[in-house]
């Protein structure tokens, strides 16, 4: 950050020299030499002063590179549940001023994305708040239960809404044009797997298989033997996968998702922490905070409160978040957990 050469470069655009601005510091024109020669910088004490002098921001003060602002974002959008007008228009106003930077193009791109997404969730928020609140005054109200619907991101049966086709499309031409890519084909069976496009899955899961051949194809000729109804050689082939592949933990955090979907929570739940048990540092809080919605599902609220306690004690101890929205979401979910359980 520097901030000599940027004050030199206001006091010229503002026509004034060492001295008049010394002047209005009550400093040393000798001070103002030596901030703008790098030799010394100013005392923080007196960069209100120079902001108001210049009338800029004491953000502008700093000549900040690319990449500090792009970390900057990256951490707000992180740490923040909610952004401020000016937080929001600061990060895009320089996200956009920044695309035809060849260097910086793929984060601006990534951030602005993240961004979008940060506030639509907020909003998310907020619709659903309204929506069960307008449901206390109209319950038989099918517009408000479908604003519910929305601001959940719930399950919709119509299939004309449910269906995936755009997304299916896209990534059908996303892995022809990165054949090697394996987690390509992961993003486009999701999707031909629930819409029951299972022949095209099957060819799908060939190519995966071609460009990477690991435990994630098990998994998926799993789930593609479930989606055909057949159970019973769908858990052979997970739990053939965990027996190939002891020390794998994803082989595990696998198998949990799949027994969780089907209702088999104990045996999920130990998986989970099987999963954990075997990740390297620094773990992820996944196994937790799934673990989580498993007990509260069960109507275990206190054991969910303990796993949602584990997740902090992740953060702190893996990750050393001790602050912020990661938190925050955490102590506030908690706090929900307990007050049900009050009601019981």
């Given at each position: 950050?520097?901030?000599?050469?940027?004050?030199?470069?206001?006091?010229?655009?503002?026509?004034?020299?060492?001295?008049?601005?010394?002047?209005?510091?009550?400093?040393?024109?000798?001070?103002?030499?030596?901030?703008?020669?790098?030799?010394?910088?100013?005392?923080?004490?007196?960069?209100?002063?120079?902001?108001?002098?210049?009338?800029?921001?004491?953000?502008?003060?700093?000549?900040?590179?690319?990449?500090?602002?792009?970390?900057?974002?990256?951490?707000?959008?992180?740490?923040?549940?909610?952004?401020?007008?000016?937080?929001?228009?600061?990060?895009?106003?320089?996200?956009?001023?920044?695309?035809?930077?060849?260097?910086?193009?793929?984060?601006?791109?990534?951030?602005?994305?993240?961004?979008?997404?940060?506030?639509?969730?907020?909003?998310?928020?907020?619709?659903?708040?309204?929506?069960?609140?307008?449901?206390?005054?109209?319950?038989?109200?099918?517009?408000?239960?479908?604003?519910?619907?929305?601001?959940?991101?719930?399950?919709?049966?119509?299939?004309?809404?449910?269906?995936?086709?755009?997304?299916?499309?896209?990534?059908?031409?996303?892995?022809?044009?990165?054949?090697?890519?394996?987690?390509?084909?992961?993003?486009?069976?999701?999707?031909?797997?629930?819409?029951?496009?299972?022949?095209?899955?099957?060819?799908?899961?060939?190519?995966?298989?071609?460009?990477?051949?690991?435990?994630?194809?098990?998994?998926?000729?799993?789930?593609?033997?479930?989606?055909?109804?057949?159970?019973?050689?769908?858990?052979?082939?997970?739990?053939?996968?965990?027996?190939?592949?002891?020390?794998?933990?994803?082989?595990?955090?696998?198998?949990?998702?799949?027994?969780?979907?089907?209702?088999?929570?104990?045996?999920?739940?130990?998986?989970?922490?099987?999963?954990?048990?075997?990740?390297?540092?620094?773990?992820?809080?996944?196994?937790?905070?799934?673990?989580?919605?498993?007990?509260?599902?069960?109507?275990?609220?206190?054991?969910?409160?303990?796993?949602?306690?584990?997740?902090?004690?992740?953060l702190e101890q893996e990750w050393q978040v001790t602050e912020g929205e990661a938190i925050d979401r955490q102590h506030r979910e908690i706090l929900r957990l307990k007050e049900l359980a009050k009601s019981l």
């Amino acid at each position: 950050m520097n901030i000599g050469k940027k004050i030199k470069s206001l006091r010229l655009q503002k026509s004034v020299t060492q001295e008049e601005l010394a002047g209005h510091l009550s400093i040393s024109a000798q001070a103002v030499s030596k901030w703008e020669n790098d030799i010394t910088t100013p005392d923080i004490q007196l960069l209100p002063e120079l902001s108001a002098f210049f009338g800029v921001t004491i953000d502008e003060l700093f000549d900040v590179a690319a990449k500090t602002h792009l970390e900057r974002i990256e951490n707000m959008l992180q740490v923040k549940k909610t952004l401020s007008k000016m937080e929001y228009d600061y990060a895009q106003d320089f996200l956009k001023e920044n695309l035809t930077d060849s260097e910086c193009r793929g984060k601006c791109l990534n951030l602005l994305a993240e961004l979008h997404i940060h506030e639509a969730a907020m909003h998310s928020d907020q619709a659903e708040y309204f929506a069960k609140e307008a449901l206390k005054e109209n319950p038989s109200l099918k517009d408000n239960h479908t604003a519910l619907l929305w601001a959940q991101h719930g399950t919709i049966p119509d299939w004309n809404y449910s269906n995936h086709h755009k997304r299916i499309a896209f990534y059908q031409q996303f892995v022809k044009e990165n054949p090697k890519y394996a987690r390509g084909y992961m993003y486009l069976l999701d999707e031909l797997i629930a819409d029951g496009r299972l022949q095209e899955a099957d060819e799908v899961l060939l190519e995966m298989k071609r460009a990477e051949d690991d435990c994630r194809v098990r998994m998926y000729e799993g789930q593609i033997a479930w989606a055909r109804g057949k159970q019973e050689e769908a858990y052979s082939i997970w739990d053939s996968m965990v027996k190939q592949e002891p020390d794998n933990w994803l082989v595990y955090a696998y198998a949990a998702d799949r027994y969780a979907a089907d209702g088999r929570y104990q045996e999920a739940i130990e998986f989970n922490k099987q999963a954990y048990l075997l990740q390297p540092s620094p773990k992820y809080i996944d196994a937790y905070e799934c673990i989580a919605h498993i007990y509260e599902i069960m109507g275990d609220y206190e054991e969910a409160v303990d796993a949602l306690e584990e997740v902090i004690h992740i953060l702190e101890q893996e990750w050393q978040v001790t602050e912020g929205e990661a938190i925050d979401r955490q102590h506030r979910e908690i706090l929900r957990l307990k007050e049900l359980a009050k009601s019981l």
